[in-house]
């Protein structure tokens, strides 16, 4: 099974917004008849096929139609972070630990009732009250919120510039529909009161149907007058056929050979985007020998065709990952000029002997000897069902192999694979790295050692347990910094242990599985167009349904 892309945080971010100055930008769209054109239809909702009504903003569970109905107060874009502003028209720090929105004016309610600054720190309030909805960590890093007339204001507990991103793609709910829920954790939200472009129209448990939201403040920008959203079998196999029939505008599968069993079905009509969502890396267990070594590291590194490992895991479909960390070219802004070939990574054979014998191990009757005398062994752990990653691991067992290291591979179930990850009692594990748009947050996310917890103590994030004060500060000095010049310093900082230290070997970008038709509507993400990912099941759908227009 192809998944979507993991990350190390499913939230996403965006790039550090420089102090004093607003950093979003417009959905500069033709406006489209108030009316709407047709009915869009959207792949996604796990149904098998029965549907669960709920449309709890909150909740892990909700469907992902809640995505057109509730709004946040901007989107940033988890390729390079650029703003999409909604319920807000942008933001400002007025120091490194003060955030401050200036709220869009005359906004109303599906219901009619107007929104407010009250609405926005009600929520706010809402996830400080019920902590288990507070699911972007806000009250970790906030101290406490403020709303009055058109602004709302943030004040962090310590300066950490980044995190602007959660505080903005928090949902915000209605005051005067929530107030009275007794248990917003359990609440299914079945009759939504929203500010976005589609309201609820009707469910059933095989299909549901969003509505134009005739009282949204642009819906002369909303092209559908409705929005489908028919369950999605379990089974992959079926999946695929339903798309490459035509039954979707917009759908999110991974298929082999995508321009013979979708596009030329229809070539005139179907279309694909498979950017890169994430980075897809080999983790070594950072507590264990040789892994702890920096030198066996880059021998396991150098001794990696990372072209050969993507045409094995995608089909080609995307290629090899710089070392640096970001993901390119999307963030090439970020890139350190002075990492060569761009972090990429040339395979050598003579190279990686070169390290390995720096880490005690030599080349002996085709084993990798070390000074114990014994061969060096790697057991690579991946759920058995993500087909990228296996194919990938297989690879890099067998180039490993080559240069004499004995890998075997341990494909459980995700939850066993997930215990062993977050526990630390892994050899090696396959994972995802980056994905945010945000170098702070990919970083952060995979090298800050408050995340490195002992063996066998879970931990959410830098899964190897790496550890290194020089990063740790350089995090600090980027969470806090305001200044471009500033920030480009300390990422520089993070790239290169990223290329010199090899926390994590890197090895191909994953994508996102972007499939559009556009006889009914037009506008998709694209590669010349790359405002977003293609992915229907985050927030990026509120962007793309925003930007549509109509076909004919």
Not at 303 to 324: E, F, H, P, W
């Amino acid at each position: 099974m192809k998944r979507r892309t993991p990350m190390l945080l499913c939230a996403a971010a965006t790039t550090v917004a420089l102090f004093g100055t607003a950093a979003c930008s417009g959905s500069d769209v033709k406006s489209s008849s108030s009316a709407g054109s047709g009915t869009l239809t959207i792949q996604g909702d796990a149904g098998n096929p029965t549907l669960v009504e709920n449309f709890n903003p909150f909740a892990s569970t909700a469907l992902h139609g809640q995505f057109l109905m509730y709004e946040p107060l901007e989107i940033p874009s988890p390729i390079d972070g650029t703003y999409t502003p909604f319920l807000a028209t942008g933001y400002k720090f007025t120091n490194p630990t003060t955030l401050v929105y200036t709220l869009r004016p005359n906004v109303k309610w599906s219901d009619g009732q107007a929104f407010s600054a009250n609405d926005v720190t009600f929520t706010f309030n809402l996830l400080k009250k019920f902590p288990a909805l507070d699911t972007r960590g806000i009250w970790a890093q906030v101290a406490s919120v403020s709303g009055a007339g058109n602004t709302f204001t943030v004040t962090f507990k310590q300066p950490n510039v980044p995190f602007a991103a959660q505080v903005a793609q928090v949902p915000i709910v209605a005051e005067h529909a929530w107030s009275s829920v007794a248990d917003p954790v359990k609440y299914t939200d079945t009759k939504p009161v929203v500010t976005g472009p589609f309201t609820l129209d009707t469910f059933a448990p095989t299909q549901y149907k969003l509505k134009k939201n005739p009282n949204y403040w642009q819906a002369d920008k909303v092209t559908p007058s409705e929005v489908a959203f028919p369950a999605q079998a379990s089974n992959q196999a079926t999946n695929q056929l339903d798309v490459t029939s035509g039954k979707f505008d917009w759908a999110y599968t991974f298929i082999p050979d995508v321009k013979n069993t979708y596009v030329n079905r229809d070539s005139a009509h179907n279309t694909y985007w498979f950017p890169p969502g994430g980075t897809i890396g080999l983790f070594l267990n950072l507590t264990k020998a040789p892994y702890d070594n920096v030198s066996f590291r880059k021998g396991v590194s150098e001794s990696l065709n990372r072209t050969t490992i993507a045409q094995k895991a995608v089909n080609g479909y995307l290629d090899q990952a710089s070392m640096s960390g970001l993901i390119l070219p999307n963030l090439q802004k970020w890139l350190d000029p002075s990492i060569p070939n761009s972090g990429n990574i040339t395979q050598s054979a003579s190279q990686a002997q070169q390290d390995f014998a720096a880490a005690g191990y030599h080349l002996t009757g085709g084993k990798l000897i070390g000074s114990n005398g014994k061969q060096a062994t790697m057991t690579i752990v991946m759920p058995g069902n993500f087909s990228d990653w296996v194919a990938a691991a297989k690879e890099v067992a067998t180039e490993l192999g080559q240069v004499g290291i004995k890998v075997s591979l341990d494909e459980p179930q995700y939850a066993q694979y997930s215990t062993a990850t977050q526990g630390g009692t892994f050899d090696a594990a396959m994972g995802g790295f980056a994905g945010s748009g945000d170098p702070y947050t990919d970083f952060n996310n995979g090298l800050n050692s408050s995340f490195a917890a002992a063996v066998k103590t879970p931990t959410v994030n830098n899964f190897q347990r790496f550890k290194d004060p020089s990063v740790d500060q350089a995090l600090g000095a980027l969470a806090a910094a305001t200044d471009p010049s500033a920030q480009r310093n300390a990422t520089f900082a993070l790239e290169q242990v990223m290329y010199n230290q090899v926390p994590v070997v890197l090895l191909y970008y994953g994508g996102s599985w972007g499939l559009f038709r556009d006889n009914h509507f037009t506008g998709w993400p694209s590669a010349q167009n790359p405002y977003t990912l293609p992915t229907n099941y985050t927030n990026a759908m509120l962007v793309v349904a925003t930007r549509l227009q109509s076909a004919s």
